[in-house]
């Protein structure tokens, strides 16, 4: 069973940071662009950033452009979020996502691009 389980999550003030983490299993990590979306309560979730499958090219969404930075370490099967001078408007649930990388486009359309979810973290940016 393929397996992306965030963590990292929590309550931050605005201006500060805080790293998320996703650990996947269940697949050829090396194989998969991944991908950070959000979303906040009443909202659609929404594109953070994706990383393709060797490290090498990232894309962001304009909102978090140069806030935040997507890695991964396909060694440990993992996949991060930093996320600096951070903005009560990036409080919202993060979802880590898969998408393989056969017949796959760069970047990714978008979340009905992505074959796997992660159940999400929670972040919080008080004012």
């Known amino acids: 069973q393929v397996q992306l389980v965030e963590s990292g999550g929590g309550l931050v003030q605005a201006g500060g940071s805080l790293r998320l983490s996703c650990a996947a299993s269940?697949?050829?990590?090396?194989?998969?662009?991944m991908g950070w979306f959000r979303q906040a309560p009443g909202q659609e979730r929404e594109l953070v950033a994706y990383i393709t499958w060797s490290g090498q090219t990232t894309s962001y969404a304009d909102s978090v452009k140069g806030r935040f930075t997507i890695s991964r370490d396909n060694a440990e099967n993992t996949v991060y979020l930093q996320m600096d001078r951070l903005k009560p408007e990036d409080t919202a649930v993060y979802f880590c996502?898969?998408?393989?990388?056969?017949?796959?486009?760069?970047?990714?359309?978008?979340?009905?691009?992505?074959?796997?979810w992660g159940k999400g973290t929670l972040v919080t940016v008080s004012s």
């Open positions: 269940g697949l050829t990590f090396s194989s998969y662009i």
């Open positions: 996502a898969a998408d393989s990388v056969y017949g796959s486009t760069w970047p990714p359309a978008g979340a009905g691009d992505m074959d796997y």
